[in-house]
């Protein structure tokens, strides 16, 4: 059985196809604001390219993520909690919980038994746009992501950890001073992971060695040292884990 799933963030559309349950190819583009319905017909394209198989050969396409119901090639959608849980307990069959961080989104899951969802946990509107305030405030800097995520160390400057327009305002008065970009960008990095922190710790602590963590933001590696200082937290970060609410919708449409 082939299926694929599509996952349609505010910033990137992600697809991934299974084969009998394997992962047989991915694909990613830029979501396109009011053409992410095309963007996502164009990276399942490109995804089906990569495996060598034709659109008649997908038994079923699910998909999920804020723009879902663009998604005209898919027979069914699935809320973004649910493929979360579903990728997660797939890759890791002993999670505890998922957290997705992502470009808008910050999603705590708490997994109960035989792949049932105890709690979901999301951020407030202050907290939104993590991934995205990351991006902009890295072109105010004249830095790349991959820049950020190489830094290490502590900054002794401090911005806004409640808001990400106080944030923006806060990193650009330190800049107007003359403080060093590199501390502007862990300064932000920090108020970012202070940001999901509260959001892990909003009702229920998630597990200590069984918490798996997705999402674009899985990928920056000095907002994830951040963020498992402050927490407490190892988490598990699988392989491509910013596919995994593509994959939760690909074994959601597998049955």
């Known amino acids: 059985m082939i299926t694929a799933g599509i996952d349609v963030g505010i910033e990137n559309t992600k697809v991934v196809i299974l084969k009998d349950g ?15 319905g095309k963007s996502a017909e164009q990276a399942l394209k490109d995804a089906l390219s990569t495996a060598n198989i034709s659109p008649s050969d997908v038994d079923s396409i699910v998909a999920t993520g804020q723009g879902k119901g663009d998604v005209k090639v898919a027979v069914d959608c699935v809320v973004e909690p649910v493929a979360d849980a579903k990728a997660a307990r797939f890759l890791y069959p002993r999670a505890a919980c ?8 910050v999603r705590v899951v708490t997994l109960g038994e035989q792949d049932k969802i105890s709690e979901v946990v999301m951020n407030q509107k202050c907290a939104a746009g993590l991934g995205i305030l990351l991006k902009s405030m890295a072109r105010t800097l004249g830095m790349t992501l991959d820049d950020i995520s190489r830094l290490s160390g502590e900054s002794k400057a401090v911005v806004n950890d409640g808001c990400g327009v106080f944030a923006e305002m806060d990193a650009l008065g330190l800049l107007n001073r003359d403080v060093p970009r590199e501390d502007v960008a862990r300064a932000v990095v920090e108020a970012v992971a202070v940001r999901v922190n509260s959001i892990l710790n909003d009702k229920v602590k998630p597990a200590k060695d069984s918490t798996v963590l997705i999402g674009g933001m899985s990928r920056n590696r000095a907002v994830v040292a951040a963020l498992k200082k402050r927490s407490g937290i190892n988490f598990i970060i699988p392989e491509q884990s910013e596919y995994a609410g593509a994959l939760g919708a690909a074994l959601m449409a597998a049955g």
């Open 98 to 105: 998922v957290v997705d961080v992502g470009a808008d989104q």
């Open 22 to 36: 394997k992962v047989i190819a991915r694909a990613a583009a830029p979501s396109g604001g009011a053409n992410r």
